[in-house]
């Protein structure tokens, strides 16, 4: 079953995109490529999603539980 798109977001130069969904997964995906380059894990149903304008590594989630999440573009291994 298709997951539902609840948000996407643009980095400034559109190298990268994120979205998330209702059932709580985040994208973060290679524009240029048109693939998802990391699958990022969250707790809660994040309903917006947003670059941060100040630095773009970094994205941030709006979620149900009341939180907000801050997200690395290049997340460690």
Same mark, same amino acid.
């Given at each position: 079953m298709p997951d539902i798109v609840r948000s996407i977001a643009l980095d400034e130069d559109a190298s990268y995109g994120v979205s998330c969904s209702e059932h709580g997964s985040l994208l973060l995906w290679d524009i240029a490529a048109a693939?998802?380059?990391?699958?990022?894990?969250?707790?809660?149903?994040?309903?917006?999603? &947003?670059?941060?304008?100040?630095? &773009?590594?970094?994205?941030?989630?709006?979620?149900?539980?009341?939180?907000?999440?801050?997200?690395?573009?290049?997340?460690?291994?």
């Amino acid at each position: 079953m298709p997951d539902i798109v609840r948000s996407i977001a643009l980095d400034e130069d559109a190298s990268y995109g994120v979205s998330c969904s209702e059932h709580g997964s985040l994208l973060l995906w290679d524009i240029a490529a048109a693939v998802v380059a990391v699958r990022c894990a969250c707790p809660a149903v994040a309903r917006v999603v &947003k670059f941060n304008p100040t630095d &773009k590594d970094f994205f941030l989630a709006a979620c149900d539980d009341g939180w907000i999440r801050v997200y690395s573009v290049n997340p460690s291994p």
